[in-house]
């Protein structure tokens, strides 16, 4: 259920509102330095959506305002990091005022440690809830609707240099959604052993056991990935990691690439591609997922940035298959050191079954972020 768009009485929530633009106003320190910081973010925005429900038939449109707060606040050194994050959307609505109120809130913590010069310790959790689930399977493009959705994510992780060209990794991962009436989970162990062969390569095999419980399903699955990377030039570099994936019924491949280029200093693109088992919100059972992805970024001036976005990709889930396209144009020129103009347009279509949905986006806002050392 939405909580309301409504600011409590008392000091307590004036501050919390007016402390990120405070801060702001103090001088920026160095992040490379160790020491307690505060990173806030606060964004205000104006957004077209022609879809707001992701309908096939009857699209209806509305004009959205948003303010966006994130923060970041904890204490970063060499051998310690630990930050706490926390976020919220709050959106009102022009022609429907029953959708207004924190229609996005997200909280999370990433801690890392090195207790020994050759020992990595991270752990990373995160808690969103949303009313657009989409968003929880950004890269897919699929139009889930409206509903209420949460999911929850911890991945404890180590390393460990058994020698100079010669590291071991471990970790799990565990994650958990709810949209609707469906409820599914994802467990994830995994080891990993990497070699830098030569200056320029590392190689790699990795091991996983994953289990997914859907609904009334549940599907393991054993993965055996080969991974190899390589920098080709000083401005180019390639990752690619595949290896069969062992399920109950057949076998099926796992796969993650990409290629990035940088020309100049000014301009860089990335071009990735993704082949995995997952869970949609929404939906019960396990999805065969695949992704084609593009990125250009560019800085035609010194105070403007440009990316462009474009990606392909598909849904393979019993008895329909989902293909989507999708592009998205963004730009930010920054008017100070700790204020920017952002604008966006994203379009995304998707196919399933003979029945088309097209949705379209445009946001102008304006946005502020400023890092603080709180320690000075």
Do not use: C
């Not at 959790?125 to 897919?140: I, M, Q, Y």
């Not at 859907?214 to 990935?225: A, Q």
């Not at 990035?260 to 082949?275: D, F, K, M, P, Q």
Request: proline share 6%.
């Amino acid at each position: 259920m939405r909580s309301p768009l409504v600011v409590p009485a008392g000091w307590p929530a004036v501050l919390a509102l007016l402390l990120p633009l405070l801060l702001m106003m103090l001088p920026a320190p160095a992040l490379a330095q160790p020491g307690w910081y505060y990173l806030p973010d606060l964004t205000l925005s104006e957004t077209f959506d022609d879809n707001l429900f992701g309908s096939s038939t009857r699209p209806e449109s509305d004009f959205i305002t948003r303010l966006t707060s994130a923060l970041k606040v904890g204490y970063r050194s060499k051998p310690l990091t630990f930050l706490a994050t926390s976020a919220f959307d709050g959106e009102i609505f022009a022609k429907h005022p029953d959708s207004n109120g924190l229609n996005r809130t997200q909280s999370g913590i990433e801690v890392q440690w090195l207790p020994d010069p050759r020992l990595t310790l991270r752990l990373d959790g995160a808690f969103t809830k949303t009313e657009t689930p989409s968003e929880l399977v950004s890269n897919l493009g699929l139009e889930l609707g409206r509903q209420t959705s949460t999911e929850l994510s911890v991945t404890p992780s180590l390393s460990y240099r058994l020698r100079r060209t010669t590291f071991l990794e471990a970790g799990y991962a565990y994650h958990l959604t709810e949209a609707g009436d469906v409820t599914s989970t994802t467990q994830e162990p995994r080891a990993r052993v990497a070699e830098q062969v030569t200056r320029v390569d590392l190689a790699s095999i990795t091991y996983a056991f994953r289990i997914v419980d859907s609904g009334n399903s549940s599907v393991s699955s054993n993965l055996v990935v080969l991974g190899w990377a390589r920098r080709l030039s000083p401005t180019t570099a390639v990752i690619l990691e595949a290896g069969p994936r062992f399920s109950e019924g057949g076998v099926d491949a796992e796969v993650n690439a990409s290629l990035s280029h940088r020309w100049a200093a000014s301009v860089e693109a990335t071009l990735g591609y993704s082949r995995a088992q997952i869970t949609i919100p929404t939906q019960s059972g396990v999805s065969n997922t695949q992704a084609l992805t593009a990125y250009v970024a560019a800085v035609p001036l010194r105070s403007l940035t440009v990316a462009l976005t474009a990606s392909v990709s598909e849904v393979s889930q019993k008895p329909d298959d989902t293909l989507s396209e999708g592009a998205g144009l963004a730009a930010v020129y920054r008017l100070t050191k700790w204020l920017s103009v952002i604008g966006s347009y994203r379009f995304n279509h998707s196919a399933t079954g003979g029945t088309s949905t097209f949705h379209s986006l445009v946001s102008v806002g304006l946005q502020a972020r400023y890092p603080t050392r709180l320690d000075d």
